[in-house]
Nanobody, 128 residues
Framework: QVQLVESGGGSVQAGGSLRLSCASS????????MGWFRQAPGKEREGVAN???????KYADSVKGRFTISRDNAKNTLYLQMSSLKPEDTAMYYC??????????????????????WGQGTQVTVSS
């Protein structure tokens, strides 16, 4: 059974930073597309960032220039460095694993329906 475990969420003021982590002891993260998603209350889950097996990255326009997705293959851990946080970034953040190593387009890469394994989520709250 694939398990993804997120950590690093918390409460920060606007303009602050957080780094989320996603680790797995049962799934090799470097072999597939990995993504970060978020869901705010009353809203649909949305894709935030994607990294493929070649470490190419894609970002939603709303976070481009502020968030950075990365992967440490030795630690089998996915990260999301979030800077210049805004109140509208407040959401539950999830990491997820795809079954394919590449997604060609950004819409495809950030579509939650393309991801098969999900973590339990970590809450990020940004106050103004």
């Amino acid at each position: 059974q694939v398990q993804l475990v997120e950590s690093g969420g918390g409460s920060v003021q606007a303009g602050g930073s957080l780094r989320l982590s996603c680790a797995s002891s049962s799934y090799t993260l470097r072999n597939t597309c990995m993504g970060w998603f978020r869901q705010a209350p009353g809203k649909e889950r949305e894709g935030v960032a994607n990294i493929d097996s070649d470490a190419n990255t894609k970002y939603a326009d709303s976070v481009k220039g502020r968030f950075t997705i990365s992967r440490d293959n030795a630690k089998n851990t996915l990260y999301l460095q979030m800077s210049s946080l805004k109140p509208e970034d407040t959401a539950m953040y999830y990491c997820a694993a795809d079954l394919v190593p590449f997604r060609r387009g950004i819409l495809e890469a950030l579509d939650p329906d393309n991801y098969n394994y999900w973590g339990q989520g970590t809450q990020v709250t940004v106050s103004s």
